[in-house]
């Protein structure tokens, strides 16, 4: 699944900007991707591209319409689906993550076919995977890990992509969920995958590359996440990753979604890692920590970061208010 | 998925006795759902069941064909086709756990929908599962763990079932693969499930039960199978085992279709299944070892196993030699 690029990016009628974070998340990682943005009359929320009208977009060389808006339980709302219409009537292709799928809907799906267009739901693989084979393949390969869900795993490795490139490193980010493909235009999202590729879909979008080269690998979940755990697992040893980042957010009380577990120990997390990782490659090392201090204030979260690095001994970093130059130093080393 | 039982088992045209263990395992352990066994003329597998033609076996009051053979490539070879379309017009269900399904042959759909009958394609959930809670629920679980692939786990599974329902213990066999969901008739094959939902699908088919009943839990894979330790990770959390038995077979020279890995010294992988496990039941504990040495002399396993139990200090038996009441007793104690 390549998504043709640039894109218009749809943000419908979001009801604040959280609701429009994947349109955020494109703008901010490939702005370069983005013709404009599409609000409806209701939206809420602004990503600082130019508004534009499908017609408009369609002129400035837009070739899909991606739909960069969550609302409640995923659905594909009503008062979207003219703008759809409009888009594939335009000639573009549509891209959405959301649970509900565009190839579901019928009318959708005889405009995109009359139309000569494509419909991608990013959430869903349409190619199978091997089963994982194992074996150590060239090129280098830095995988984010988390003490939990949703603590900055895709941030992070993105901004570790764009260092990378910044410095010359020839790196690439490698999307394992929705929104990361959606902003890329291309990976698997692992969490959806049959069980038993989980492994082999990794190995797929990492494959043998030249000995200097960098896949930087989006985690997903995290090995103390009951419900997920599996996911991770297979990730880590599809990716026989050379190095792990660990990432986590201070705040969290629990375990996102498991009221009854507490987050792991940063250690404990980092050896458990390890330990899985190491049955693909026994040489990986953890080369630095992010964290999420979005919920400190400057100054707790500077105190923080300061503890854990004296803790771990390895840099530790906030992407948002630092980057991460100093996990790249490290990463370079290897 | 249920399946109605009796079963008339068919052999197909099996080339030995091992394209039959699917048959051999049904009549192994649940006798009493078999009615007999049909063979083609090129059948070189013979399970001791009396042999029916359909007709005899609706007569003995069969309710399901069930496919117990797998022939290269796990195709339904058009030699059977004949003989399902004679069990569904008589009435039959027919189950299979082969690759390709009944259900994309659409001589067998046309003519099931015409009877009423069912297609069963045990490998492939019909279901959807949630999303694992990791709440503890009340009833016990044993898991069988490993350290390879097809080392027992199924075997040694059934064996501690049927144990324990001979004292009198209210247990259940809980199938994760084919053949266990083919045997006891329900179950879920956890490899093909959709990576998010492994735990939770494990969760669903272990119940909360009365306290003192034990679900008695296939495991699947290995935590040390670079292809398939993320199955095996949500296995282990949606079980919330009590105890864990390991299996393991002492002539392997590596790990199941993967020539570059070393299967793991017990100990080790003992402890990285509790440590796995503790995750969801902090009080888990490993009961025993289940030895298959079936490739060694009488005298070699005694000695082998003799060994390991000095080292790890737990029953260490194989099932097939010794039964597993050593097991069940720890087991019992807990």
Not at 290 to 305: H, Q, R, V
């Amino acid at each position: 699944m390549e998504l043709k690029q640039p894109y218009l990016l749809f943000l419908g009628d979001a009801a604040d900007s959280l609701a429009a974070k994947v349109a955020q998340g494109i703008k901010t990682w490939r702005p370069e991707y983005c013709v404009g943005q599409l609000r409806l009359e209701a939206c809420n929320a602004d990503v600082g591209l130019q508004d534009l009208t499908v017609a408009q977009a369609k002129e400035a060389g837009a070739q899909t319409l991606v739909i960069g808006v969550a609302n409640r339980g995923g659905v594909i709302s009503k008062e979207w689906i003219s703008v759809l219409i409009e888009a594939l009537e335009a000639g573009m292709d549509i891209a959405a993550g959301l649970h509900n799928k565009l190839t579901d809907i019928p009318e959708l799906v005889e405009c995109a076919k009359k139309n000569g267009c494509a419909l991608y739901d990013v959430r869903y693989p349409t190619q199978t995977y091997p089963v994982a084979n194992g074996k150590k393949r060239s090129g280098k390969r830095v995988l984010t890990v988390g003490t939990d869900c949703s603590v900055g795993k895709m941030y992070t490795s993105l901004a570790i992509e764009k260092e990378m490139k910044e410095r010359g490193v020839n790196a690439d980010f490698r999307a394992t969920g929705q929104t990361g493909i959606l902003i890329t235009g291309a990976g698997v999202s692992a969490d959806c995958v049959v069980a038993d590729f989980i492994a082999g879909a990794i190995e797929t979008i990492t494959p043998e590359n030249d000995p200097q080269h960098w896949d930087v690998i989006e985690g997903q979940g995290s090995l103390f996440h009951a419900s997920f755990a599996g996911v991770t697992t297979g990730l880590i040893h599809g990716s026989q990753a050379d190095a792990l980042v660990l990432c986590h957010e201070p705040t969290r009380t629990h375990m996102r979604g498991l009221p009854d577990y507490q987050l792991p120990d940063l250690k404990v997390c980092m050896e458990a890692n390890i330990a899985t990782a190491r049955l693909t490659n026994p040489a990986v090392k953890f080369v630095g920590v992010s964290i999420n201090t979005s919920g400190l204030s400057e100054s707790d979260a500077m105190a923080y970061m300061d503890k854990v690095e004296s803790d771990i001994g390895l840099p530790v970093v906030d992407p948002f208010r630092q980057g991460v130059a100093r996990i790249v130093d490290k990463l370079l080393e290897l």
